[in-house]
């Protein structure tokens, strides 16, 4: 019964609203194409006076031109509504022909630079002008303007013609079919007012009638007008570029079900409390099981995997009791499974990329040992050789997965003395490191890769001296390792090609050694950290390179037992 009251009730409303929308419809179509066809009138008209030669010669010169121009405008505004005028000015003296008394605006010498002539003047064709309350004469409501050029296609004047409030509604009420009261306002979406059909005082000024909604937007909203209920429809005007708002009282929606709203009322009354105490009886066999049950699943979702129900039914209610302890049985054992499959994947992953981590300048170094031996430089030898063998001995090392900041800039230290025996003078060095960060451990081999893409690929090959600049710092929960070269640098496609390089994709089938190189110590520091650790490179031509790494400023124990365990 309760079921059956409510949808004849639902459907009565229904099919009013529904009757009332398709009316409404039909009559905003009819007003927005009463509008569009005055405007485009008009515009025609005015178009036409402004390419009469008649027109144009007079506008110009003066003179016996006056009566050919004259009826030419007659002519054309012949038929038209009488509640329009007419007005052709010319722009650089008093001629002028109106259909009217010539309003003060219009006279000579007027602004060019405001409102309609501005309009005119700066437009793509025929323009619409809502006038505004302090330049009125009149109770004109819309202005279409259009300029006069001559052959030479430069403007001698203007063609304007008024609207006033009769010639707007003549063309709004003409066309609708309605027949209960509505309510018209045009309106622009700075909440200036061009008509409105309650109260003609507000035209022409900033002020909206207190029904309409701020900001405005297209879209139905319900009101109150005069203490009475309305329906508010906002729809835009393409043609002026304004908007149109609607409003419908909304007793033409109830007043024919209200009677069906009493007898639903009752009946559904009487429904809802012979619901109530079934309810009452329901609830305690099926829905406190399945609030237990909800719960029990939010506990899942969280991670409580131990959680076990247990109703003792053997109806529907104890079947999602046992698959539930099943289901989080499974749950519990696969995420368990995929929890120790990750752990060896990662430690098999940071091990083979720890491995590839070698010193590319080997080869280099070999060749000054080489050279410094040939001219019996036997004190940059041996430098050279013992430096170059605790370099290896770091890398070779598969004890420790992790360096202190301490021994890794030592390593780095070892690997740039060896470079300043190749450079020489050129290479200038500066390491800068806050107080009390000797003993924070950092995954081994971090720095060094980054120090020698700076001097490969910055500082090798300029002209002059090349500076680098290695600074450890702590900020917030992360260390921070920045390395800056004052080398040739790299544009933009360079850059963008060495960030695509810190990818596992683009890497792949990369063969430079400082693009893997880069791509290892990446991809290591956002292992051993999060999204927010890693690499990141800013360039310019000329203007050097500045790398950035981001590591955690603390490993936790059991992460520090997981890769070297």
């Known amino acids: 019964m309760l079921i059956t009251s409510s949808l004849m009730y639902a459907f009565s409303i229904r099919a009013a609203q529904k009757q009332l929308d398709l009316q409404t419809n039909a009559n905003l179509v009819q007003i927005k194409d009463g509008i569009k066809k005055m405007v485009e009138q008009y515009q025609t008209v005015a178009v036409a006076l402004a390419d009469d030669i008649n027109i144009i010669e007079y506008l110009q010169r003066g003179g016996n031109s006056y009566y050919a121009a004259n009826y030419a405008a007659f002519l054309l505004t012949n038929g038209k509504s009488n509640h329009v005028s007419v007005h052709v000015l010319s722009v650089s003296n008093s001629n002028f022909i109106s259909t009217t008394n010539l309003p003060k605006r219009y006279q000579y010498p007027f602004n060019r630079n405001w409102g309609i002539f501005r309009m005119i003047e700066t437009g793509d064709g025929p323009v619409v002008y809502t006038n505004n309350k302090d330049s009125r004469d009149s109770d004109t409501i819309f202005s279409i303007g259009y300029p006069v050029k001559n052959s030479s296609n ?29 309510h018209i306002a045009i309106l622009d979406h700075n909440s200036f007012v061009a008509y409105n059909s309650i109260d003609s005082t507000l035209e022409g000024l900033g002020v909206l009638p207190s029904y309409v909604p701020t900001p405005i937007t297209t879209g139905r909203y319900p009101v109150e007008i005069y203490g009475e209920k309305y329906q508010l429809r906002i729809e835009s005007l ?8 609607y409003d419908v009282p909304v007793y ?18 009487v429904s809802l409390l012979v619901c109530a105490i079934f309810s009452l009886i329901i609830a305690k066999n099926i829905s406190k099981p399945i609030h237990l049950l909800s719960d029990a699943m939010k ?10 129900l247990d109703f003792k039914r053997e109806d529907e209610i104890g079947l999602l009791d046992r ?13 368990q499974r995929i929890e120790n499959e990750q752990i060896s994947l990662r430690i098999a992953e940071t091990k083979a990329l720890q491995a590839q981590i070698q010193p590319h300048f080997l080869y280099n170094t070999l060749d000054i040992i080489k050279w410094s031996a040939k001219l019996n430089q036997n004190d940059i030898v041996q430098s050279v050789a013992v430096r170059l063998g605790k370099l290896l001995r770091a890398v070779m090392r598969t004890d420790a997965v992790f360096f202190t ?35 924070f451990l950092v995954p081994k081999l971090m720095l060094q890769p980054l120090v020698e893409n700076a001097i490969e690929h910055g500082i090798e090959g300029k002209q002059g001296i090349g500076l680098m600049k290695i600074s450890v710092a702590i900020r917030e929960e992360y260390l921070i390792f920045i390395v800056e ?30 693009g893997i190189g880069l791509y290892n110590v990446n991809l290591r520091a956002k292992l051993y950290g999060d999204e927010n650790c890693g ?18 400023n603390k490993l936790r124990q059991a992460r520090l037992n997981e890769f070297e365990g």
């Open 154 to 182: 430069l403007l001698v004047g203007y063609v304007i013609v008024d609207l006033n409030r009769e010639c707007v509604e003549d063309w709004i009420f003409a066309k609708t079919t309605a027949n209960y009261g509505f």
């Open 238 to 245: 393409s043609v002026m570029n304004l908007l149109i708002a």
């Open 252 to 269: 033409q929606v109830v007043q024919d079900t209200r009677h069906i709203g009493g007898t639903a009322i009752i009946i559904s009354a």
């Open 299 to 308: 506990d899942v979702e969280t991670g409580n995997f131990d959680i076990r």
């Open 323 to 335: 698959k539930f302890n099943h289901m989080a049985k499974r749950i519990k054992l696969l995420v």
């Open 405 to 439: 900041i301490a021994e890794e800039l030592e390593i780095t230290e070892q690997y740039l003395a060896i470079q300043k025996l190749r450079y020489g003078d050129i290479l200038e060095i500066q390491i800068e490191q806050s107080q009390g960060l000797d003993d």
């Open 485 to 514: 070269d004052n080398g040739r640098g790299m544009d933009d496609a360079e850059l963008l090609q060495l960030r695509k390089s810190l990818t596992r994709d683009s890497n792949q089938n990369d063969s430079n050694s400082s």
């Open 535 to 552: 690499i990141v490179i800013a360039s310019a031509i000329n203007c050097g390179t500045t790398v950035t790494l981001t590591l955690p």
